[in-house]
Structures are given as structure tokens and as C-alpha cells.
């Protein structure tokens, strides 16, 4: 009987699956024929075309309207990722802090952090977005920039910050040790790892770090890495909103924890800030890096809302390129891998961490 009932799924599937390419090809077809009527073709070529068209945020990589579709795509594609990678970094760090102080045993401290945390979470998010890059722009002009701390700037042109320097060998060889430490285990031990770590303070040593601060010069500043008011609104209203997220993530995970294993550290006459680093947040980091996971593919997603303050992400640049070109199907389909892989990649990262803290220990008990 095993056998038959095998046969009988493998010829449903076989029939579903022919269903399926029979209904695609027909869309397809269907696609195909409505465009012809009006002229469209569907392709790629469009992508060697000149621009024509301005980008702004381009300082890491030269860009002219006489340059290609395809490149301008690329600038995009790198402004999403710049975004995603400092977003992802900073709404973790700052998510893991509101997260502890909420749990802090001052009730003022904690009340007034619980109260941002739920004035952030329940606003929605384009509102935050706006209203950033609003106020961003409503700051005073360069010559009366705010200075919150030595070397930076704030003011209509947006953030001015301190720059770090770095030769490019020395980039190269830190991103080459970062690699060879998580293949590791494939390159034999740290052998591979430790020479590269070694060549990389030694090109540290050749050709030091060298740091540029922001200064006035003439209307605006020179030196130091500026963001634009669209740049940081844009960062500042992804880190904020999903900072208050995690806080409570990390707060969930933090009180899950078994009280008698921070009993257990109190009575070996540990402090608060010893268990909480050495018996706690071990533990419940295994119960918090899958909603961590979620929560950094939701920025990533998110990040997509720069359209509506003009800030030059892929969603921009393509919805651009499709309206001058006429190939918004195409343009579509590169915004859904896009952003597909992007958030696979991140996920795929944060997911063998996990398995690997499962590996190194038990689960919450």
C-alpha cells in the first residue's frame, strides 16, 4: 500500500506542479502580447542607458547623469545597504540599553525610559520619518550650526561628524582577518587568522589612522563625513523605531531567566552588574537572536519609506529609472531581489550565530 500512495503524491505533485507553469506561462504570455501592443518590450538593456538624472549621497561612489541606469542602480543599492548595515547595528545597541534600563531599579529611570519606548513604538513610522526631516531642516544654517559636542555639527545641511582615515590595505586585510575567522574551522585553526590579524597591525602601524573634524569654510563644511538631513532623518527614524522594539525583546528575554539562577550568582556574592553580564544576558541571548533576526530584516524593509523624504535608496532610483525607461516590470522585479536577498542574508547570519549559541549551550530551562 506504501508504494501506491507514494506513486499517487508524486503524480498529484506532478500534476500541481504542471498547473502551476501552465497558469505562469499563460501570465506570462498574456504580459508579453499587452506589452507589444503598446510598444514595450520587456529586458534588461535599459540598464546601459544613460541616467540622465542627478543623485544626491554619492560621496562613496562618483556618480554623473552620463553614467548608466545600471550604476545608478549600484549607488542606490549601496546607500540601502549603508543604511541597513549602521541601522541593524545601532537599533541593537541601543534596543539592548533601553532594554536593560527598563528593568533598572529606579522607578524614575524606568518609567521615563518605558514612556519613550511606547511613545516611539505606537507612532508610525513615516510620521517619525517626516517629522525628523522636518526638523532636520528647519536647524539653522551652517555659520550657526549646533555644536552638541566638540566636532560635530548640526545644522540645515545636515550632520557633520568626525572622520576616521584608513588606508585600504589596511581595510582589506582587517575584512580579509574577519573572514578567515569565521572560516576558521574550514582554514584549520587560527593559523590563517593570526597572520592576517598580524598583517593588518602592521599596516595599521605603516600607515596610521589618521581623523579629519568638520570645519566652516565659506557656506558650508569641509572635512569630516556629513550626512544630509535626509541621510540622518532616515537613520535616526529606522534606529528609534526599531530600538523600541528590541527593548522589549530584550527586556521578554531578560525576565525569562529563571530567578534562582540569578539568586544562585547573588548568593556566590556576585553584583547586579556581574550576574546580569556573566549569569543572564548569556542566557537569554539564546531566547532573543531569532526576534533580533526579525527585527533587522524589518529595518531593512522598512528602510524602503526614504522614498518619501527624496533620500536616493534603490526603491528612489529604480521608481526613477522605470518611469523615464517604461521597464517597471524589470525595475520591480530588481527591487524584489533586492530586497529579498538582502533580508536572507541577514537573516542566514543572525541564524547560524544562533545555532551556533545553541551548540555551546542549553536553552532557558
Same mark, same amino acid.
Given at each position: 500500500?506504501?508504494?501506491?500512495?507514494?506513486?499517487?503524491?508524486?503524480?498529484?505533485?506532478?500534476?500541481?506542479?504542471?498547473?502551476?507553469?501552465?497558469?505562469?506561462?499563460?501570465?506570462?504570455?498574456?504580459?508579453?502580447?499587452?506589452?507589444?501592443?503598446?510598444?514595450?518590450?520587456?529586458?534588461?538593456?535599459?540598464?546601459?542607458?544613460?541616467?540622465?538624472?542627478?543623485?544626491?549621497?554619492?560621496?562613496?561612489?562618483?556618480?554623473?547623469?552620463?553614467?548608466?541606469?545600471?550604476?545608478?542602480?549600484?549607488?542606490?543599492?549601496?546607500?540601502?545597504?549603508?543604511?541597513?548595515?549602521?541601522?541593524?547595528?545601532?537599533?541593537?545597541?541601543?534596543?539592548?540599553?533601553?532594554?536593560?534600563?527598563?528593568?533598572?531599579?529606579?522607578?524614575?529611570?524606568?518609567?521615563?525610559?518605558?514612556?519613550?519606548?511606547?511613545?516611539?513604538?505606537?507612532?508610525?513610522? %513615516? !510620521?517619525?520619518? &517626516?517629522? $525628523?526631516?522636518? =526638523?532636520? +531642516?528647519?536647524?539653522?544654517?551652517?555659520?550657526? @550650526? *549646533?555644536?552638541? /559636542?566638540?566636532?560635530?555639527?548640526?545644522?540645515?545641511?545636515?550632520?557633520?561628524?568626525?572622520?576616521?582615515?584608513?588606508?585600504?590595505?589596511?581595510?582589506?586585510?582587517?575584512?580579509?582577518?574577519?573572514?578567515?575567522?569565521?572560516?576558521?574551522?574550514?582554514?584549520?585553526?587560527?593559523?590563517?587568522?593570526?597572520?592576517?590579524?598580524?598583517?593588518?597591525?602592521?599596516?595599521?602601524?605603516?600607515?596610521?589612522?589618521?581623523?579629519?573634524?568638520?570645519?566652516?569654510?565659506?557656506?558650508?563644511?569641509?572635512?569630516?563625513?556629513?550626512?544630509?538631513?535626509?541621510?540622518?532623518? %532616515? !537613520?535616526?527614524? &529606522?534606529? $528609534?523605531?526599531? =530600538?523600541? +522594539?528590541?527593548?522589549?525583546?530584550?527586556?521578554? @528575554? *531578560?525576565?525569562? /531567566?529563571?530567578?534562582?539562577?540569578?539568586?544562585?550568582?547573588?548568593?556566590?556574592?556576585?553584583?547586579?552588574?556581574?550576574?546580569?553580564?556573566?549569569?543572564?544576558?548569556?542566557?537569554?541571548?539564546?531566547?532573543?537572536?531569532?526576534?533580533?533576526?526579525?527585527?533587522?530584516?524589518?529595518?531593512?524593509?522598512?528602510?524602503?519609506?526614504?522614498?518619501?523624504?527624496?533620500?536616493?535608496?534603490?526603491?528612489?532610483?529604480?521608481?526613477?529609472?522605470?518611469?523615464?525607461?517604461?521597464?517597471?516590470?524589470?525595475?520591480?522585479?530588481?527591487?524584489?531581489?533586492?530586497?529579498?536577498? %538582502?533580508?536572507?542574508?541577514?537573516?542566514?547570519?543572525?541564524?547560524?550565530?544562533?545555532?551556533?549559541?545553541?551548540?555551546?549551550?542549553?536553552?532557558?530551562?
Amino acid at each position: 500500500m506504501r508504494p501506491a500512495a507514494d506513486r499517487r503524491a508524486a503524480v498529484a505533485q506532478g500534476v500541481a506542479l504542471g498547473l502551476t507553469a501552465a497558469v505562469l506561462w499563460w501570465l506570462a504570455s498574456n504580459t508579453s502580447i499587452s506589452l507589444a501592443q503598446r510598444g514595450l518590450t520587456l529586458g534588461f538593456g535599459f540598464l546601459r542607458h544613460p541616467a540622465n538624472f542627478e543623485i544626491g549621497d554619492t560621496w562613496w561612489l562618483k556618480f554623473s547623469p552620463a553614467d548608466s541606469i545600471g550604476r545608478a542602480i549600484l549607488v542606490g543599492l549601496l546607500n540601502t545597504a549603508l543604511v541597513s548595515a549602521l541601522g541593524c547595528v545601532l537599533a541593537i545597541a541601543v534596543g539592548f540599553v533601553a532594554g536593560i534600563l527598563r528593568l533598572s531599579p529606579n522607578p524614575a529611570l524606568r518609567g521615563l525610559v518605558r514612556a519613550a519606548v511606547e511613545i516611539v513604538r505606537n507612532t508610525p513610522l %513615516l !510620521l517619525l520619518l &517626516l517629522f $525628523l526631516a522636518a =526638523s532636520l +531642516h528647519a536647524l539653522p544654517p551652517p555659520q550657526r @550650526a *549646533v555644536r552638541p /559636542v566638540p566636532g560635530v555639527f548640526l545644522s540645515d545641511r545636515g550632520l557633520v561628524l568626525p572622520a576616521i582615515a584608513i588606508g585600504g590595505w589596511t581595510i582589506m586585510l582587517a575584512v580579509a582577518t574577519i573572514i578567515a575567522l569565521a572560516l576558521r574551522r574550514r582554514l584549520g585553526g587560527w593559523s590563517a587568522p593570526g597572520v592576517l590579524a598580524l598583517a593588518t597591525l602592521v599596516s595599521g602601524v605603516v600607515h596610521p589612522p589618521g581623523v579629519t573634524v568638520g570645519r566652516l569654510q565659506g557656506f558650508n563644511f569641509a572635512g569630516g563625513v556629513t550626512l544630509s538631513p535626509e541621510l540622518a532623518a %532616515l !537613520l535616526a527614524a &529606522l534606529v $528609534l523605531h526599531q =530600538s523600541a +522594539h528590541i527593548s522589549e525583546v530584550v527586556r521578554g @528575554a *531578560v525576565l525569562a /531567566v529563571p530567578r534562582g539562577q540569578r539568586d544562585a550568582a547573588g548568593a556566590l556574592g556576585m553584583s547586579r552588574w556581574q550576574t546580569l553580564r556573566l549569569v543572564v544576558m548569556p542566557v537569554a541571548l539564546r531566547a532573543m537572536v531569532p526576534l533580533l533576526a526579525t527585527n533587522c530584516v524589518s529595518l531593512i524593509k522598512n528602510s524602503s519609506l526614504a522614498v518619501a523624504i527624496g533620500f536616493p535608496d534603490v526603491v528612489s532610483i529604480l521608481n526613477t529609472a522605470g518611469n523615464q525607461t517604461g521597464h517597471s516590470i524589470e525595475t520591480m522585479l530588481i527591487m524584489i531581489a533586492v530586497y529579498l536577498s %538582502l533580508s536572507l542574508l541577514v537573516a542566514a547570519a543572525l541564524g547560524r550565530y544562533n545555532a551556533h549559541l545553541l551548540r555551546t549551550g542549553s536553552a532557558i530551562s
